[in-house]
C-alpha cells in the first residue's frame, strides 16, 4: 500500500512570510503525477499545484511553487509572500497506477495578520 | 463550465433510510470518484468509475452502493447506514489518466 507522509501537522508563519510543506511518499511507480490540495475552512478541496514525475523541472505556479526529489520520494511545497487566504488544511496526494490519488494526513497552515 | 456539482450539501438521515447523493460534471471527464472524509482526517478513495465502468472498490461496506447512470452523472446510494458514516462525502472528476481531479463541495451526512 501506497503511504504518504506529512511531518507536520499544524505550523503558523506571519504575513508575507515565506512557510515551506514537507512530504514524503513511497511508490513503486515510475511514471506518476503528484500534487498539492488545499482545502480552505469551506471544505472544498482546491488544486494547488501539480508535478509530473518524469519531469526533473520543479513545478511553479505563482507564489506556490514544489521542489521535488524523485530519489528521496520528496515532494515539498513552498508558498512565498504568504496571504491570509492561504489559511487551510495542505494535503499531499500522489497519484499511484490508474486514478488511485492518495492523501497525506495533512498540515493544517495557519496565516497570521 | 468547471464544476463539480453535488445534491444535496447537507443530509439527514435515520439508520433505516434510505438516500442518494448525487454528483454532476459536464467537463467531459470519463472518472469520476467517491471520497469520504471524516473531521480532521484526509479525504479516503471510496470507489472510481472509469467510462462509466467501476474500476476501482475500495473494500467499501455493501450499505454503499454506486452508479454512473452516465457519463455525467454519479451516484451514492445509501442504505441502513451507522453512525459511524457521519462524514463529509466528496465527489470528484478527471480525464482517464487521473491527471488532475476536480471537487465537488461535498455532501455533510449525519446519520442518527
Known amino acids: 500500500a501506497q503511504t504518504v507522509t506529512q511531518s507536520q501537522p499544524e505550523m503558523s508563519v506571519q504575513e508575507a512570510e515565506t512557510v515551506t510543506l514537507s512530504c514524503t511518499y513511497d511508490t513503486s511507480e515510475n511514471n506518476y503525477y503528484l500534487f498539492w490540495y488545499k482545502q480552505p475552512p469551506s471544505r472544498q478541496m482546491i488544486l494547488v499545484i501539480r508535478q509530473e514525475a518524469y519531469k526533473q523541472q520543479n513545478a511553479t505556479e505563482n507564489r506556490f511553487s514544489v521542489n521535488f526529489q524523485k530519489a528521496a520520494k520528496s515532494f515539498s511545497l513552498k508558498i512565498s509572500d504568504s496571504q491570509l487566504g492561504d489559511t487551510a488544511m495542505y494535503f499531499c496526494?500522489?497519484?499511484?497506477?490508474?486514478?488511485?490519488?492518495?492523501f497525506g494526513q495533512g498540515t493544517r497552515l495557519t496565516i497570521n495578520p | 463550465d468547471t464544476e463539480v456539482t453535488q445534491t444535496p450539501k447537507h443530509l439527514v438521515m435515520g439508520m433505516t433510510n434510505k438516500k442518494s447523493l448525487k454528483c454532476e460534471q459536464h467537463?467531459?471527464?470519463?472518472?469520476m470518484y467517491w471520497y469520504k472524509q471524516k473531521a480532521k482526517k484526509p479525504p479516503e478513495l471510496m470507489f472510481v468509475y472509469s467510462y462509466e465502468k467501476l474500476s476501482i472498490n475500495e473494500s467499501v461496506r455493501s450499505r454503499f452502493s454506486p452508479e454512473c447512470p452516465n457519463s455525467s452523472l454519479l451516484n451514492l446510494h445509501l442504505h441502513a447506514l451507522q453512525p459511524e458514516d457521519s462524514a463529509l462525502y466528496l465527489c470528484?472528476?478527471?480525464?482517464?489518466?487521473?491527471?488532475?481531479?476536480?471537487f465537488g463541495s461535498g455532501t455533510q451526512l449525519s446519520v442518527l
Open positions: 496526494a500522489p497519484i499511484q497506477g490508474a486514478q488511485k490519488l492518495v
Open positions: 470528484a472528476s478527471s480525464q482517464v489518466n487521473g491527471e488532475k481531479l476536480f
Open positions: 467537463m467531459g471527464h470519463r472518472a
